[in-house]
């Protein structure tokens, strides 16, 4: 089974920026918000995916992701999944031997910047860039299945 085990942290100013490349688009929408199953759909690029995540324990939770025909993927964007969308631009950045990814979400979501960091261990330690503000990894409300039911400009 495969395992996903990330922090997440709100981003403070834009320090960040200077060490970002271009980041990548992406648009992205939820089949299924349960609380004990998500079913996303996420276009990146030319590239389609569809991805299964279960229930959050900690900072851990299985993940199962494809890749799946773009025309598939956007006819199911564009068709099946709740609204509003997510979308968001993705910036990659090296910190102290892991990548952080930085979401700066657009849309309903203005404003919100979050950074992700994938473990190998939920207790791993690890150093914190300047630029990362409080951790929200326990705080559902910045799930971005939740950010769809309760958009961030609605906060």
């Given at each position: 089974?495969?395992t996903e085990i990330e922090r997440?942290?709100?981003?403070e100013?834009?320090?960040?920026?200077?060490?970002?490349?271009?980041?990548?688009?992406?648009?992205?929408g939820?089949?299924?918000?349960d609380a004990?199953?998500t079913?996303r759909?996420r276009v990146?690029?030319?590239?389609?995916?569809?991805t299964?995540?279960?229930?959050?324990?900690?900072?851990r939770?299985a993940?199962f992701?494809?890749?799946i025909?773009?025309?598939?993927a956007?006819a199911m964007l564009d068709?099946l999944?709740?609204?509003?969308?997510?979308e968001?631009?993705?910036?990659?950045?090296?910190y102290?031997?892991?990548?952080?990814?930085?979401?700066e979400?657009s849309?309903e979501?203005q404003?919100?910047?979050?950074?992700?960091v994938e473990?190998?261990?939920e207790h791993?330690?690890?150093?914190?860039?300047?630029?990362v503000?409080?951790?929200v990894?326990h705080d559902a409300?910045?799930?971005?299945a939740n950010?769809?039911?309760h958009?961030f400009s609605?906060w």
């Amino acid at each position: 089974m495969a395992t996903e085990i990330e922090r997440k942290f709100r981003v403070e100013g834009e320090a960040w920026r200077q060490h970002a490349g271009a980041g990548k688009i992406y648009r992205q929408g939820y089949l299924s918000t349960d609380a004990e199953r998500t079913v996303r759909v996420r276009v990146v690029g030319s590239q389609g995916y569809v991805t299964m995540k279960g229930k959050t324990v900690g900072a851990r939770r299985a993940e199962f992701e494809y890749a799946i025909p773009l025309d598939d993927a956007t006819a199911m964007l564009d068709g099946l999944c709740l609204r509003p969308l997510i979308e968001k631009t993705r910036y990659r950045l090296p910190y102290a031997g892991l990548t952080w990814e930085i979401d700066e979400f657009s849309g309903e979501n203005q404003g919100l910047i979050i950074a992700e960091v994938e473990l190998l261990d939920e207790h791993q330690r690890i150093q914190v860039p300047d630029w990362v503000g409080d951790e929200v990894t326990h705080d559902a409300r910045y799930f971005n299945a939740n950010l769809v039911m309760h958009p961030f400009s609605q906060w």
